[in-house]
């Protein structure tokens, strides 16, 4: 079973920054497409970016593009999320997801194609 622990959420202001990281219990983590996750107070879990196995490619919601990067260290077992100019409207509980990668790729974005979540972390942009 692999444990995936989200640290780094907090509250900060609009226009702010945060990192988070994904820690992973697994030496094989290199095999493992990941992703980040959100969910606000009475919306559906949306998908946030993914990356691949090596880092060499990646993929964001619209919304996002420009202001948050997506990065991992194998060596580390870890995938981080930069966020960048922070709006209200990124408000949520953010969770990293790992996928084993029997699904075809283009489904990146749908729940289902990972296989292993972590707990999350809030965020919260204050105004």
């Known amino acids: 079973q692999v444990q995936l622990v989200e640290s780094g959420g907090g509250l900060v202001q609009a226009g702010g920054s945060l990192r988070l990281s994904c820690a992973a219990s697994e030496r094989t983590f290199s095999n493992y497409r990941m992703a980040w996750f959100r969910q606000a107070p009475g919306k559906e879990r949306e998908f946030v970016a993914a990356?691949?196995?090596?880092?060499?490619?990646?993929a964001y919601q619209d919304s996002v593009k420009g202001r948050f990067t997506i990065s991992r260290d194998n060596a580390k077992n870890t995938v981080y999320l930069q966020m960048n100019s922070l709006k209200s409207e990124d408000t949520a509980v953010y969770h990293c997801a790992a996928s084993t990668g029997l699904t075809a790729v283009s489904r990146y974005s749908e729940m289902r194609y990972y296989d292993y979540w972590g707990q999350g972390t809030q965020v919260t942009v204050s105004s």
């Open positions: 990356i691949s196995r090596g880092g060499g490619n990646t």
